[in-house]
């Protein structure tokens, strides 16, 4: 190690005479630097290039960077994430353990951030939508639905939406909802080495996504509901899909049943472990399963429905347990629940509209599947031009600059299969919006993580982010 | 199930009645048979291997409803075969704060322990090989099994090192692991050997089998199945692949590793399945005898017992599949309290029953005392365990506990909100226009015209 040493310190003073290795502005460089660390040997620094500066952010031993005063010699430091299997994407973790044990957690985010709400202001109300289904990309039909939601509430045509429209977001947001609990079940159960289980969750979430993707063209980033309405009616015969679903799922959920939840290694890594109560939920603002694990029945759609969900009949699944075999369980009863309000909206389908009347905020595609894929239908193109200039002017008016939506500021929750997705939408009464805030689910309920994980086990914090369910793509937006 | 009538002293002619095995068949090999035979068990594991990996592959997907490998070769079989000339392809990286000389002999000395404990395994009875007289296996010792046992314990020295000299968190934890695993799931293994000793009175692997012609050890039941769970615990398999569980360690001691040196420890953890499948048939399966059947049971000369030897071999990677199809992962402290609080002292408790009962099958002539004092030990525990005095009282207080927390549990009438926090700050205020967004005039269409 020590010629390890000199080798570097040697080649980095080399690199300093060169002039091509310039040490960080000083308050850069932590202050207490003890003596005897090989100098600069993998510092963090900048170097000059043609291109402008690159920064070099490296790693190091972490007394330098923490300084004494405590012992940390039986302490280690894992860089868990951002590139891991088991952190749902990009979440880094900075562990500290002795031994197996887990001193601290400290949850890093923002490695997957790509500036969704910023680019929602510059473009129209219609297009945010476009930006806003890639956020929390599990759940897509959440975003869109709660964002259009806030849009439709600033217009003030909430009423107006079309009873067609309502029944197909809430199906299709339901379907989805079991989509989601489906991809934390598979890679929850991946990650602890259970990899039937893992493949059992992906194979019906194909089926899903098979349905998802013939009632709205695509199998995720759906971009299917719009302010005012939907993309597109269901397609002919969809109805007949979904309930073959509806009938082949609660087969598939008793599988899961049969497969995991008594089975004495997967209770032995969930139970009791991850506990968070009801209360400390709340202290943290963390909601969804976790919170509905931990004894309180808060579900958006009971205590504060929006599309109508206070006419359909369904149960809020609950356990006392707060642990995570309790959240394995709640998710597990709410694909149940989501089955039933599936059933309730194939039953209330009645023909009609899905966009709004109002030919001035509805938009005025009709889609059709075209040699080059799914795209607006020619004939209506060939419709608007050639039988009315108004019509045409009207058409480009209201695709390039959008529609006006009156000055003010709404805040809309739905319930996503993660917890409370709200949206916090500004206009200006312009066409495009002044500012989107998401309040997404797992960004909040990641909060939750170190209360979760400290001194248990490194094997229990994978098992406690996965009871989390977070996606980074809503956390980071 | 009554005990075989091998079991002590009388049914087993030679071995068990001699202090030492007969071994006289070994040894006088000439030359060339040896190493025919060496390069004969080299290639047997290494098709084994490459075997083996898509058997698992093949048998994972079908238990998972998918297909699994089938694009090269014949079905995809060769699947691992292409998967290992692309390893041997790979760029080779070694980190920088690796200790470059252990990190490159690990795996070297992962791999060649495992192929080392396969030279004692007897795959048949004695044939005849161009015209010598030879038995169908390497070599065999006194203490055969002992060399088994030390050269799987040798193995682990390969990947304690690996996770040593990466440099690196992930490998370093996935070591320990391993060395803690391996050392407690020896014990425990070396206790389910020691009946198998005590009933074949041997322990040289031809002796053992030559001991297992009427009776399979199978019957020692606790020693097989604590066999079969150490066996998996010594392999790093699911459920117990701790050392390399990718979910945690992404993948443990051989995080660092790439190219042909990730390849040996891949080969090394497939032979050390393929060598415990074969230790496991050896002792407990009757080794190449044939199944206990009576047509079958013709078939014990020759070179037909090699087929009994590779079917049973093949049903112990059928159990290993099997396992990791069905199973998750434990956690570190549930696998070391498991070895050493259940495993072990079950095996203790079990070989003390075994040597009890051989030294009454040998010395005791008058047994109708030694029965009814048995019986009557046996009756009172089985009234302890029915009757459970405690059970009435437990009961009570976990019902008290339950009542408890539901009548604490939280509702929507009752949400428990955290205490009010005494807050210096005024309330931010209402959303307005930031400093740096002066309320623009909105031009329609086109991007926003900032000033």
């Keep these: ?477 | 199930m009554s005990y075989p009538s091998s079991f002590g002293a009388p049914a087993v002619p030679p071995l068990a009645a001699a202090g030492d095995p007969d071994l006289s068949v070994f040894g006088g090999d000439p030359l060339w048979l040896i190493l025919l035979k060496a390069v004969a068990v080299f290639a047997f594991l290494l098709l084994m291997t490459l075997f083996a990996i898509v058997f698992e592959r093949k048998v994972v997907a079908r238990m998972q409803q998918r297909v699994g490998p089938n694009r090269h070769g014949p079905k995809g079989w060769l699947q691992s075969l292409a998967d290992g000339v692309k390893l041997m392809l790979k760029e080779d990286i070694i980190p920088v704060l690796a200790d470059r000389p252990v990190f490159i002999l690990a795996p070297v000395v992962s791999a060649i322990p495992a192929f080392l404990a396969f030279s004692v395994i007897p795959f048949g009875p004695e044939v005849s090989i161009f015209g010598h007289h030879t038995a169908l296996q390497l070599a065999d010792l006194p203490v055969a099994v002992l060399f088994v046992l030390s050269a799987s314990s040798l193995g682990v020295y390969g990947l304690i090192l690996s996770g040593w000299a990466s440099g690196s968190t992930y490998p370093l934890l996935g070591s320990l692991r391993s060395a803690a695993q391996i050392i407690s799931y020896e014990v425990a293994m070396g206790l389910s050997f020691v009946a198998v000793f005590l009933n074949s009175g041997t322990l040289s692997t031809s002796g053992i089998v030559a001991g297992q012609r009427h009776w399979w050890n199978v019957v020692l039941v606790p020693s097989f199945i604590i066999y079969c769970i150490a066996m998996v615990g010594e392999t790093n398999r699911t459920p117990f692949d701790l050392p390399e569980a990718e979910g945690e360690l992404v993948g443990g001691f051989h995080t660092e590793y790439s190219s042909i040196k990730f390849a040996f420890f891949f080969l090394a953890e497939y032979i050390n399945t393929v060598t415990v499948s074969a230790v496991a048939t050896t002792l407990f399966l009757g080794g190449w005898q044939p199944p206990p059947i009576p047509y079958f049971s013709h078939f014990d000369t020759g070179w037909f017992p090699v087929i009994w030897f590779v079917l049973k071999l093949l049903a112990f990677l059928f159990l290993f599949i099997w396992l990791r199809g069905t199973l998750p992962r434990l956690r570190y402290d549930q696998f070391m309290a498991f070895g050493w609080k259940v495993l072990i002292p079950v095996g203790l408790v079990w070989l003390l029953a075994v040597a009890t009962f051989k030294v009454y099958r040998e010395n005791v002539t008058d047994r109708t005392p030694w029965l009814i004092g048995f019986g009557i030990a046996v009756g009172i525990l089985l009234i302890i365990t029915l009757v459970d005095p405690g059970a009435r009282k437990h009961a009570e207080r976990l019902e008290a506990a339950e009542r408890e927390r539901t009548r604490n549990a939280p509702s929507l009438d009752r949400i428990p909100w955290p205490p009010p926090q005494p807050s210096s700050k005024s309330p931010s205020p209402p959303y307005g226009p930031g400093p740096n967004r002066p309320s623009s005039v909105i031009v329609a269409g086109g991007p926003r015209q900032e000033s």
């Excluded at chain 1, 909802?177 to 929850?188: D, E, F, P, Q």
């Excluded at chain 1, 991850?274 to 004894?295: E, F, H, K, M, Q």
């Excluded at chain 1, 009949?313 to 369980?329: E, Q």
Aim: hydrophobic letters at 40%.
């Design chain 1, 1 to 477: 190690m020590t010629t390890h040493a000199a080798e570097t310190s040697s080649a980095s003073s080399a690199s300093s005479t060169s002039n091509t290795f310039a040490r960080p502005p000083a308050d850069d460089v932590p202050a207490d630097v003890p003596a005897g660390v090989p100098a600069a040997a993998y510092e963090a620094g900048f170097t000059e290039s043609a291109s402008g500066r690159v920064y070099t952010v490296t790693g190091g031993d972490w007394e330098q960077v923490l300084g004494a005063g405590e012992d940390y010699t039986e302490r280690l430091t894992v860089n868990m994430g951002p590139q891991h299997p088991s952190t749902h994407g990009v979440l880094r973790l900075v562990l500290e353990i002795e031994g197996e044990t887990v001193v601290q957690t400290r949850v890093v985010i923002g490695y997957l951030h790509t500036g969704i709400e910023k680019s929602c202001e510059f473009r129209t109300w219609t297009q945010a939508v476009t930006f806003l289904t890639r956020a929390d990309y599990l759940s897509p039909l959440y975003n869109e639905t709660a964002y259009c939601l806030a849009v439709e509430k600033l217009l003030g045509v909430t009423e107006e939406i079309p009873e067609r429209a309502t029944v197909i977001r809430v199906l299709v947001m339901e379907l989805q909802r079991i989509a989601s609990h489906l991809v934390w079940l598979a890679t929850g159960a991946m990650e602890i080495g259970a990899t039937t289980g893992m493949i059992f969750g992906f194979r019906e979430r194909e089926k899903i996504l098979d349905l998802l993707e013939a009632i709205t063209g695509l199998r995720m980033n759906h971009a299917y509901i719009r302010p005012g309405g939907l993309a597109q009616d269901l397609p002919d015969g969809v109805e007949r899909d979904i309930r073959a679903f509806l009938d082949d799922m609660p087969k598939r959920i008793r599988e899961y049943h049969a497969l995991l939840s008594g089975q004495p290694i997967w209770k032995g890594r969930m139970v009791d472990v991850n506990y968070i109560d009801a209360a400390s939920c709340i202290a943290l603002g963390v909601t969804g399963p976790v919170l509905r694990a931990a004894g309180l029945a808060w579900d958006l759609r009971k205590t504060m429905p929006y599309c109508g969900y206070e006419t359909y009949d369904f149960d809020v699944p609950t356990s006392l347990d707060a642990d995570s075999y309790a959240r394995y369980l709640v998710r597990l009863e709410e694909m149940g629940e989501s089955l039933k309000i599936i059933e309730q909206c194939l039953a209330r389908l009645r023909p009609g509209p899905v966009m709004i009347a109002d030919k001035k905020i509805a938009w005025p595609a009709q889609l059709s599947i075209g040699t080059d894929g799914m795209g607006n239908s020619l004939d209506h193109i060939r419709k608007i031009m050639g039988t009315s200039m108004e019509a045409l002017i009207h058409h480009f008016k209201l695709v390039t600059e959008g529609f006006r939506v009156p000055a003010g500021q709404v805040y809309t929750a739905v319930e996503s299969p993660r917890g409370e997705l709200g949206y916090h939408v500004v206009s200006d009464g312009g066409t495009r919006p002044h500012r989107v805030h998401v309040r997404d689910p797992s960004f909040v309920n990641l909060q939750a993580v170190p209360a979760m994980t400290e001194g248990g086990q490194i094997a229990d914090v994978i098992v406690g982010v996965a009871s989390v369910d977070p996606v980074l793509g809503g956390v980071d937006r």
